[in-house]
């Protein structure tokens, strides 16, 4: 079992940025793959960014805006928000899988609204 516990989430004006945390209860050199979801009331959950084997990606809407990362020292992934959107918010979920497994973790999510 994989503990993730997101952070940061709040209210943050069109424009702005705000950043996203996910500590992790393992190792971040344990993990092949770790990710950011969104879930906006109504819609399907979406993905926002990932890092799996070490190569990021992102979705169309957040590329150029959003950015992935992780501090192995502080087992701990980020998503760094700028130019924060009126179609940005949404609850914001962590996700992560271990080597040599398909099971993914997820955590309980993180609310993002956005004012214009």
């Known amino acids: 079992q994989v503990h993730l516990v997101e952070s940061g989430g709040g209210l943050v004006q069109a424009g702005g940025s705000l950043r996203l945390s996910c500590a992790t209860a393992v190792s971040i050199r344990s993990l092949n793959a770790m990710g950011w979801y969104r879930q906006a009331p109504g819609k399907e959950r979406e993905l926002v960014a990932t890092i799996i084997s070490g190569v990021t990606d992102y979705a169309e809407s957040v590329k150029g805006r959003f950015t992935i990362s992780r501090d192995s020292a502080q087992n701990t992934i980020y998503l760094q928000m700028n130019n924060v959107r009126p179609e940005d918010p949404a609850v914001y979920y962590c996700?992560?899988?271990?080597?040599?497994?398909?099971?993914?973790?997820w955590g309980q999510g993180t609310q993002v609204t956005v004012s214009s």
């Open positions: 996700t992560v899988r271990q080597i040599f497994s398909t099971r993914a973790y």
